[in-house]
């Protein structure tokens, strides 16, 4: 090592660097640069040179807080009027005390948007709402129509079971007291040869103009039951044939499927 080079352990050179000791100055030091930064933020900030908008929004808010003065020629028409400060407008004192507030228009919205766009939103939430309540009738509608067809069609295979019964007792019970026609054709069921041939009469029917009414199913039933009853005292609900008519009135709930429930 040459005389011109410093030897860095040795104690001369480390008696020239300053002894920093941590703690409490090193956390005075940082405080002190922090003060510094914040007034040099400050004075900044009021060296600062404001916007106009913060020169108007400042303008107007001391306009704001600050009662009209004596000055103002309105107000001064208006003392000569009877006002007094404090008081509501009207003859009567009983108008606005406190002056119109502003509404500061910020967006480029045209004058009375905000009411058109209010009123579109209340459109829109009310339609949305009717459509909902449209839904739900919809579908309560479908439901009890579906629960009134499978309902219907109950009703109509039992009726048409009924009258089965009703044509095959007929024809039983006309057989003992040596009846060889039905009183109607369809008072007895219908063999397969009954059948074709009434194939063929409806399809010549068709053809014709006139209109003929067609009973139905219950129809058919009511005036075969009625027959079973008066001629052969015979009820299909009971199963059962009585003596006369009045054993049949005495012991038989009724006339219908729905007496004998």
Known sequence: MSDEEEDYMSDAFLNKIQDVKPGLPMLKRVKEAMKKEAQQT????KNRQKTYKEQE???????????????NKGFALLQKMGYKAGQGLGKEGAGRVDPIPLNIKTDRGGIGMEEVRKRKA???????????????????KSMEDF??????????????????RSQRACEQLDSQKSITVPREDWYWPKSGSDEEEEEDVEEKE?????????????????????????????CIWCGTTYNDEEDL???CPGNTAADHE
């Open 206 to 234: 068709k053809e014709e103009e006139d209109e003929v009414v067609e009973l139905t199913s219950l129809d058919k039933l009511q005036i075969l039951t009625s027959y079973l009853r008066g001629v052969h005292f015979y």
């Open 57 to 71: 929004q400042e303008s107007r808010e001391a306009a704001l807080h600050n009662s009209i003065s004596n000055e």
């Open 249 to 251: 009135c005495s012991n």
């Open 147 to 164: 629960r009134v067809r499978v309902r219907t069609e109950r009703e109509e295979r039992k009726i048409e079971g009924d009258l089965r």
């Open 122 to 140: 209340e459109e829109e939430l009310e339609h949305y709402r009717q459509k909902v309540r449209t839904k739900q009738q919809n579908e309560t």
């Open 42 to 45: 400050e004075k900044n900030a």
